[in-house]
T-cell receptor
Framework: SQTIHQWPATLVQPVGSPLSLECTVEGTSNPNLYWYRQAAGRGLQLLFYSVGIGQISSEVPQNLSASRPQDRQFILSSKKLLLSDSGFYLC?????????????FGEGSRLTVL | GQNIDQPTEMTATEGAIVQINCTYQTSGFNGLFWYQQHAGEAPTFLSYNVLDGLEEKGRFSSFLSRSKGYSYLLLKELQMKDSASYLCAAMDSNYQLIWGAGTKLIIKP
């Protein structure tokens, strides 16, 4: 069966510090991978998605970046965090071969920037 | 522009029925999704509608009217564990999901 894990689950970072959130998927090949951010009272905001290794599409210009060094690994990074980067970050995957749209989410990472 | 509207919050009584509405406007349409999200947790898939009509899955049912750009999620025999946020999302012509802000459902005994 397929599983998805992301870490860390929670982190508190000072403004200007770097960020690295990691996500891995097991049990499937060539998945579509996504990073979302969820702010309180707002819908899920798609940050990045990837359809293959090294292929990253950015939906929202910001100080975040994403990388996909391996087929089932997706990393969200920042060189210098802003207060506005606080939120709940969710990694997700979907079947790469079918556009069913069903997403499978990781556990989420709650980031607080102080 | 693309937009999803759903109520911010609803309250219902344990054992009752509740209907959560969602209207959408998207560039093209490839289906409507409902997800459940408990506080502090990740969303989990509930239903997918791409054709008009009602899809029933146990206590939960989802309805779609493409001509009206409208969907609803119907929850029957409400249980306390149904207290959660319910997210509506429509898939556009590029197969990207457009998400609503979610409806927080509060179940009272």
């Amino acid at each position: 069966s397929q599983t998805i894990h992301q870490w860390p689950a929670t982190l508190v970072q000072p403004v200007g510090s770097p960020l690295s959130l990691e996500c891995t998927v097991e049990g499937t090949s060539n998945p579509n991978l996504y990073w979302y951010r969820q702010a309180a009272g707002r819908g899920l905001q798609l940050l990045f998605y990837s359809v293959g290794i090294g292929q990253i599409s950015s939906e929202v210009p910001q100080n975040l970046s994403a990388s996909r060094p391996q087929d089932r690994q997706f990393i969200l990074s920042s060189k210098k965090l802003l207060l506005s980067d606080s939120g709940f970050y969710l990694c997700a995957w979907s079947e790469g071969s079918r556009n069913t749209g069903e997403l499978f989410f990781g556990e989420g990472s709650r980031l607080t920037v102080l | 522009g693309q937009n999803i509207d759903q109520p911010t919050e609803m309250t219902a009584t344990e054992g009752a029925i509740v209907q959560i509405n969602c209207t959408y406007q998207t560039s093209g349409f490839n289906g409507l999704f409902w997800y459940q999200q408990h506080a502090g947790e990740a969303p989990t898939f509930l239903s997918y509608n791409v054709l008009d009509g009602l899809e029933e899955k146990g206590r939960f049912s989802s309805f779609l009217s493409r001509s009206k750009g409208y969907s609803y999620l119907l929850l029957k025999e409400l249980q306390m564990k149904d207290s959660a946020s319910y997210l509506c999302a429509a898939m556009d012509s590029n197969y990207q999901l457009i998400w609503g802000a979610g409806t927080k459902l509060i179940i009272k005994p």
